[in-house]
């Protein structure tokens, strides 16, 4: 039997990847990637050459199975998203639960993570920490969801896309618990 490998990707610089990612990527054989096109852009870099097959949040239940049988096949899956650790608010948890159900071994391999790198360089306290991943992107669900954190008193990190990154802002301040500014790491 082969093994699932989740490997971390950097998040903006190439140099952030490390050797035991390159190596598990060069060894896997096949890398299944939220898309294709950049995930071929990290492996040109590093002169990999390997099969792709694309996993992403619109096949993910059937290409798990897919790919559960192919490990117990014996071959080597590597999972990368498209930037940081798959399955963190990225395509990657149906396959790893799959996978343990099925006793299939699971290994993964560190590396770049956004909220964990944007919390240690916002300044906030980090001794206490929710990650809650991506707000809704309705109005009324956004101001439901929050209003369900309102009452915890430690930092919390959320994923937002650049384009609706100013509105988030201005409603996380309207239900910050502490009355203290909410800030922006990037």
Known sequence: MGALFLVATPIGNLGDISARAIDTLRNADVIACEDTRQTLKLLSHFGIQRPLTSYHDFN???KAMELAGRIE???NVALVSDAGTPAISDPGFRLVRLCRESGITVISIP???AAITALSASGLPSDQFLFVGFLPPKKAARREHLESLRTFRG????YEGPHR???ALKI???FSATGK???AAS
Do not use: D, H, W
């Open 111 to 113: 590396g770049a993570n």
């Open 165 to 167: 990154i100013l509105a």
């Open 60 to 62: 993910e239940r059937e």
């Open 73 to 75: 096949n014996g071959e």
């Open 172 to 174: 996380c301040r309207r």
């Open 155 to 158: 930092t919390l990190i959320f």
């Open 181 to 183: 500014p909410v800030s």
